[in-house]
Structure formats: C-alpha cells, structure tokens
C-alpha cells in the first residue's frame, strides 16, 4: 500500500495533463454534457451502422437497429462518465495545484526567475516556509499510513537536500554559540544544536528558527544572513516542498485521471478485440 502511495505523481508531472487546453473543456463536462452528448440528433449521427453492430453482438440483421442504437447510448454514457472524471479532475488541479508550480515548469526555471528578486526579507520568508514544511513532515511518521503520506509530502531526497543546505548555512553563520571549529570534544551548545557525536541537529536548528522567542532572534537573523551564498539550494528546497505538496489531493487527481482515461479507453479497446475476433 505505501509503495503504491508513494508511486503518486508530482503536480509538475501532473501539470502536463492540468493545463492542456483540450482537457480543461471537459470541465465543462458535468453540467453541458448531458445535454450534448444526449441530444438526440447526436445520438442519430452518432449511431454505428446496424451491419457493424449486427457483427460485433452477433444478432440476428432485423433486430441489429436497435442494437446499433444501444451500443451507441452506451458509450455515450461511458464517454459522459469518463470526460466528467477528466473535467473534475483538470478542475480539481487548477484550483489546488501552487501557483508556482502552475507557473514554472521546473525547479531551475524557478530558480532563474526568482533568485534576483530574494532579498533578505524574502529570504526569512523562504527559510521560514521550508522550515515550517520540514517539522510538519517530521512530526507526521506515526501509523504506516501516516509515515507514508509522509513521505510521499516530504520525501527523503528533499529531507537529505534539506539536512545538507541547513548545515552548510548554519556552519556558514558567525553565531557566538556556534561550536568551535575542529572542537568534538565539547559539550552541546546552550542551544542544544549539536549531537552527542558532535553533529549538527538539523531538527533543533529548524525548532529554533521557528520560536517565536525573544532571546533567539539573534541566531535567526545570523542564519537568514549566512543563507546568502545558498539562494539556489533555497529556491530548489521551495520548489520541491511545493510540488510534493498536497500528497493526499495529488491521490485523489490522479485517481480521477486513471478512472477517466480508464473509462474512455474500454469501448476502443472494447470494440478492438471484439472485431479482431470476429475475423478468426
């Protein structure tokens, strides 16, 4: 089961079926389809010739007709069903999909056009953002099912990415209770930053840029200022953060995608077997 949850697509891979024009008409689907597709000029038009119908239910050719006209009903109401799910779920991406993700196509593409633009207040926007998605992610490991959402939200190549850039920016930073360089042997700063084994606690630096708590603004500022020379790793943590968001909407999109695609697909490959047959 978590292997399959974890098999969800992204929303920028998402995005290549979200934003298709042909697709976002069938949000339309729902409320004009039935009167369309059921109008009974279409249905007319529409209506397999009695010789093919007569061949694939293998009736008798007075009654094929009528046959021919139920065949057809019934993929209109298959190709109604599986056009709503397509419609719900391009409506469903638009209106939950981040705009950014909607926006740029790709990390790099959102690196390039943001990165002039992260100043130092944007910057503590940022790193308080990421920050904020990185404990969420860490608190929610209980249950098998909850360790899986988990990890399909936060998964652990943007864990490792966000351990790596937070270590680099703090050992980056010039705050008095750092560790002295080469110093192992020391006890764990006031701040309790570091491990008994002498390594940064990733976790502990997140919590403490997250406090609301006086004494600390000095170590947040300090890191906000370190964080500089890491702007890309920044704007890449963000993009990924977004586009893994939403783990259980990107479940429900894609089930409505695989439903809709699923349904329009039977009566061709339907059809397909049953004329292949025919001719053995």
């Known amino acids: 089961m978590i292997q399959i949850i ?5 929303w920028s891979t998402l995005r290549n079926l979200g ?12 409320f004009l389809g039935f009167v369309l597709l059921f109008n009974e000029q279409l249905v007319d038009l529409l209506s397999l010739s009695p010789t093919v119908a007569a061949q694939l239910s293998g009736s008798m050719p007075d009654t094929s007709a009528g046959i021919a006209k139920e065949i057809t009903l019934h993929r209109l109401y298959l190709a109604y069903f599986g056009l709503s799910f397509l419609g719900l779920s391009s409506f469903l991406y638009n209106l939950l999909c981040p705009i950014e993700i909607k926006t740029f196509s790709s990390a ?11 100043t130092m207040p944007r910057r503590g926007l940022l790193i308080g953002e990421i920050t904020n998605d990185f404990i969420i992610a860490q608190l929610e490991t ?26 680099g920016i703090f050992e980056n930073s010039d705050h008095p209770q750092k560790r002295p360089e080469g110093d192992i042997s020391a006890g ?3 701040l309790g930053v570091y491990t008994a084994l002498g390594e940064v606690d990733v976790f502990k630096v997140a919590e403490i840029l997250m406090t609301g708590r006086m004494y600390l603004r000095a170590f947040k500022e300090n890191f906000i200022v370190a964080a500089e020379p890491f702007a890309v790793d920044l704007l890449t943590l963000r993009y ?17 995608y695989m439903l809709g695609f699923g349904i329009l697909f039977y009566p061709t490959a339907l059809t397909f077997i049953q004329l292949l047959w025919s001719f053995f």
């Open 108 to 118: 790099s593409e959102f690196v390039n056009s943001e990165r002039p633009l992260t």
């Open 142 to 167: 209980k249950g098998r099912l909850r360790r899986g959402l988990s990890d399909l939200q936060y998964p652990m190549q943007v864990v490792s990415m966000f351990s790596a850039v937070f270590k």
């Open 6 to 10: 974890r098999s969800v697509p992204t």
């Open 188 to 190: 764990q700063s006031e």
């Open 19 to 30: 934003q298709s024009r042909l697709l976002a008409y069938t949000a339309l689907v729902p």
């Open 240 to 256: 990924m953060g977004l586009d893994h968001s939403r783990a259980v909407y990107r479940i429900v999109i894609s089930l409505f």
